[in-house]
């Protein structure tokens, strides 16, 4: 299974290891796949340093593919918190 893709800053990253998870400042938290990494990084994140990519394994979590970028295929799209302990690794965006 391809692991999904969340970007977060560091000090995000160091609240969810506190915490125990992520939470959802919304509906959902925003994930992606390694072939939408570079299109979201320009489209949300440009300009902004210090940035992480978490790499999930995505069993067990509540994942669903919705359309949400025209003309882009579906994005994953995590409803709930996201365990820590599905982070398999943490690498600098």
Do not use: K
């Amino acid at each position: 299974m391809e692991d999904l893709l969340h970007v977060t800053n560091a000090a995000s990253w160091t609240a969810a290891q506190l915490e125990g998870e992520c939470r959802a400042e919304g509906a959902f938290i925003h994930l992606c796949t390694e072939a939408q990494l570079p299109f979201v990084l320009d489209r949300h994140f440009a300009g902004q340093t210090g940035l992480l990519v978490l790499r999930l394994d995505p069993a067990g979590l509540d994942v669903r593919w919705e359309e949400s970028e025209p003309g882009m295929p579906p994005f994953p799209h995590l409803y709930g918190a996201l365990p820590v302990r599905a982070v398999r690794r943490v690498e600098p965006a």
